[in-house]
């Protein structure tokens, strides 16, 4: 049962359609508490300056963003697709706030890393200019990828369920007003309890 949801924008475009996409899923919520994070607003360094060799100190911005994600039991991630992957800023922030002690855990004589974000399930909700066939069949699907396999499945969130809308350039309002019902009756169905 999902609680509290919390909802990622990983677009720097104040006015672009992830935004609406944000506000449709968050006027769908039902019998949960919602937060937002429009990644645009934080003020942090998006580099990851020396990798995991020594710990960067953390933004109170960003250090409330993991307190956020500590503390839902969803996550939601909208994001457009540019160039096969998503914009910089939610890069540089999976970079800065999914950390080894935080998100996962290594342990010696172990494979793999203890997951942390276990219990938590994610919905992706991307968009793009290639329509959804192009993204599925011939591009891959490399940011959900990324970001479902590469991100949160290996900090233990399951199931990581993917949402794609295309092609936004061709797109007209009458299609667009389409997707933003989509996600809000997704967000209803998620969250009905």
């Known amino acids: 049962m999902i609680n509290k949801v919390l909802?990622?924008?990983?677009?720097?475009?104040?006015?672009?359609?992830?935004?609406?996409?944000?506000?449709?899923?968050?006027?769908?919520?039902?019998?949960?508490?919602?937060?937002?994070?429009?990644?645009?607003?934080?003020?942090?360094?998006?580099?990851?300056?020396?990798?995991?060799?020594?710990?960067?100190?953390?933004?109170?911005?960003l250090e409330d963003a993991i307190t956020q994600i500590k503390w839902c039991d969803h996550m939601v991630w909208i994001h457009p697709i540019w160039w096969y992957g998503f914009p910089a800023l939610m890069k540089g922030f999976i970079d800065r706030t999914f950390l080894p002690g935080v998100t996962f855990k290594f342990e010696e004589g172990k494979v793999f890393p203890n997951q942390l974000l276990k219990g938590k399930t994610a919905r992706i909700i991307t968009t793009g200019d290639s329509p959804e066939w192009y993204y599925r069949w011939v591009m891959k699907q490399p940011a959900t990828h990324q970001l479902k396999k590469g991100t949160l499945e290996f900090c233990g969130v399951k199931p990581v369920k993917t949402t794609f809308f295309g092609s936004v350039n061709k797109s007209t309002p009458e299609i667009r007003a389409k997707w933003l019902d989509k996600v809000t009756a997704l967000a209803a169905r998620e969250t009905k309890g």
Do not use: C, M, W
């Open 7 to 61: 909802i990622i924008n990983g677009n720097t475009d104040v006015n672009g359609l992830s935004t609406a996409l944000v506000h449709a899923y968050e006027n769908g919520v039902q019998n949960a508490e919602v937060r937002t994070i429009h990644l645009h607003e934080l003020a942090f360094d998006v580099q990851l300056r020396q990798g995991y060799k020594k710990v960067q100190e953390l933004e109170p911005d």
